[in-house]
């Protein structure tokens, strides 16, 4: 079996607060209304973008195993997105990539997930050991 190389996964040129500010700016221009009303602890934007989905075990080491994926929302504690194939996995490393700006690594826990014709949709909370979110 092939090894994975394993990234540094928890450094990320930016934190998730500043990625969300970068991208609320670059689509609150474009979309004046893609902030929906909000139920939840944060605010989300509708925004969409390419997502790609690295596998990760229980420890967090990566896996054989990539998705691609577009976004749906985002906001400074989780993202939503759908793929056209299942994930199966509780934990991936997720690579947002907006239109403009630089890309964000960041690793979540799936907490949603739901088949939806020929794709499937996924909610994630955005995760990482120094973070007050973190919950194994």
């Known amino acids: 079996m092939n090894q994975v190389p394993q ?4 450094p990320v040129p930016m934190d998730v607060e500043t990625f ?5 700016a670059i689509y609150m221009l474009d979309q004046p209304s893609a902030r929906r009303p909000e139920r939840r602890e944060a605010a989300r ?3 969409t973008m390419p997502v790609h989905i ?10 054989d ?8 929302d985002l906001s400074p504690l989780g993202v939503g ?3 056209l194939d299942p994930i199966g996995r509780k ?3 997720l690579r947002l ?3 403009k700006g630089e890309p964000l690594n960041v690793v979540a826990r799936i907490i949603y997930e739901k088949e939806v014709g020929f794709y499937y949709q996924y909610g994630c909370q955005f995760i990482s050991p120094d973070n007050e979110h973190f919950e194994v």
Do not use: A, K, Q
Not at 7 to 10: E, G, Q, S, Y
């Open 65 to 72: 195993g990539t998705h691609e994926g577009v976004t749906r």
């Open 7 to 10: 990234p540094d996964l928890f």
């Open 81 to 83: 997105f759908v793929t």
């Open 91 to 93: 934990f991936v490393l």
């Open 45 to 47: 934007l509708n925004v």
């Open 54 to 63: 690295n596998l990760l075990n229980d420890n967090f080491d990566l896996i």
């Open 97 to 99: 990539c907006p239109t």
């Open 20 to 24: 969300f500010e970068e991208v609320e």
